[in-house]
């Protein structure tokens, strides 16, 4: 059973940066898509990055591209998500997710859930 571990999640001003790390266990992590969403209280969850199981290929939410930074090292078992020029739209919950099959940022997609780290950002 997969089961992934956020962290990262913090306070920053405007313009700051933040990594977010997502360590998976299980022996199947390294042949996964992984990806990571984010979600405000009262809005859908939306998807901010994916990434296939080898790195070879990413995408990005339209509003992160340029800013936020996807990686991954399957040696480790974890999941990145370099965020730089911080916006207060950024503020909210940060989850990562994976799934044998899933490419793209339809959360509904992906089967295995972290339980997510909170990314606040102040003006």
């Known amino acids: 059973r997969m089961q992934m571990t956020e962290s990262g999640g913090g306070s920053v001003e405007s313009g700051g940066s933040l990594r977010l790390s997502c360590v998976g266990s299980g022996w199947v992590y390294k042949t996964y898509c992984m990806g990571w969403f984010r979600q405000v209280p009262g809005k859908e969850r939306e998807g901010v990055s994916c990434?296939?199981?080898?790195?070879?290929?990413?995408l990005y939410e339209d509003s992160v591209k340029g800013r936020f930074t996807i990686s991954r090292d399957n040696a480790k078992n974890t999941l990145y998500l370099q965020m730089n020029s911080l916006k207060p739209e950024d503020t909210a919950m940060y989850f990562c997710?994976?799934?044998?099959?899933?490419?793209?940022?339809?959360?509904?997609?992906?089967?295995?859930w972290g339980q997510g780290t909170q990314v606040t950002v102040s003006s």
């Open positions: 997710a994976a799934d044998r099959l899933a490419y793209g940022l339809a959360p509904d997609a992906y089967t295995y």
């Open positions: 990434i296939r199981w080898n790195g070879d290929s990413t």
